[in-house]
């Protein structure tokens, strides 16, 4: 046999390594996306403006945000898929689309344990239980009240079913055995508008949504949904005063696609993790009601398994049923 088809082969692979390591030394040298499954105006959608600004004036290219909410974040992933594995598609999103859309009965068009791969952790945010100011309450104890005697129960609004905003209100409705109708919407934003204009009672939202409308008198904010009081409003009481156990806080995270190369992840999670720590943007994202973070793949992967963890506990001994 002859060895030249074998130096022929080992010298293709040296080519490509030899290319490869030249691209990466460069990396990046064009645009970079971030890929948001949510409507603009949510909490994602912000933080991922926010990084984008400033990884693209680190890394001296632009870096834009493509919004591609729907299908629990299967239109989102298909997009990043369908994408080279070059370390220039990212997926900004809340954990929630990878550790409930798996227990949700109508099957992803995505594996998050095998298509995606941990980038960082950029932080985490209690959610916001508030209210219409028509609804005859100004704490969460006579909301509780109003929501029991109230024929048919309360309404709440979500960005969506099997969404963090959608099992904590079932977590809570189950919980104190509270008469709840849920009604979705596509995306934060949408959910909020209802709640302003009266077509729900209540919203589980992030502070940065609601703020605005809580400042001018338009909704309530009753309390946050973590076990403890949020540093941002100290004076508003956690549903874990309430309720044992119950914590469901926002993890905001940036994936990528399976296949891009280690080098160009652990470039651009450095890269995320020293915006993210930046002052002004620790400034930016704590004014969101976020605890920022900054860690990297290591740490977003036992976060990840972890939520899962709890998630499928919740679905098991809240017996939630998702249509």
């Not at 074998?6 to 040298?29: I, K, M």
């Not at 009266?198 to 940065?208: N, P, W």
């Not at 651009?268 to 009601?289: A, H």
Request: charge should be positive; charged fraction near 15%.
């Amino acid at each position: 046999m002859s060895s030249k088809p074998l130096f022929r082969s080992l010298a293709l692979v040296a080519a490509c390594l030899v290319s490869w390591n030249a691209q990466a030394q460069s990396y990046p040298n064009r645009p970079i996306r971030f890929i948001v499954p949510y409507t603009p105006g949510g909490l994602p959608d912000v933080v991922a403006r926010i990084l984008a600004q400033r990884l693209g004036e680190n890394i001296n290219q632009s870096v834009t945000v493509d919004n591609k909410p729907g299908a629990m974040g299967s239109v989102a992933a298909a997009s990043l898929l369908t994408s080279p594995a070059d370390g220039y598609t990212f997926l900004l999103t809340d954990t929630a689309m990878l550790t409930v859309g798996p227990l949700l009965p109508r099957s992803l068009s995505f594996d998050p344990k095998k298509d995606l791969v941990p980038v960082s952790l950029v932080g985490n945010s209690p959610l916001y239980l508030a209210i219409n100011q028509q609804t005859p309450a100004t704490s969460f104890d006579e909301f509780a009240a109003y929501a029991k005697a109230k024929p048919g129960g309360v309404s709440y609004g979500s960005s969506g079913q099997g969404t963090i905003h959608h099992l904590a209100g079932e977590a809570m409705g189950i919980s104190l055995k509270l008469p709840m109708t849920h009604i979705p919407y596509k995306g934060s934003a949408p959910s909020v508008t209802a709640l302003v204009a009266g077509q729900v009672d209540m919203v589980f939202t992030a502070h940065s949504n609601v703020a605005g409308f809580a400042k001018s008198g338009q909704v309530k904010l009753l309390a946050v949904s973590t076990g403890k009081r949020s540093a941002t409003t100290p004076g508003i009481p956690a549903l874990g005063e309430t309720i044992a156990s119950y914590d469901y806080s926002v993890t905001i995270a940036v994936l990528g696609r399976s296949g891009i190369p280690d080098e160009v992840i652990a470039r651009i999670s450095s890269e995320l993790g020293n915006v993210i720590r930046r002052p002004d943007v620790q400034k930016q994202l704590q004014g969101l009601g976020m605890t920022p973070s900054g860690a990297g793949s290591v740490e977003l992967a036992n976060v990840l398994k972890d939520e899962s963890g709890r998630m499928s506990e919740l679905f098991k001994t809240a017996k939630i049923k998702i249509d």
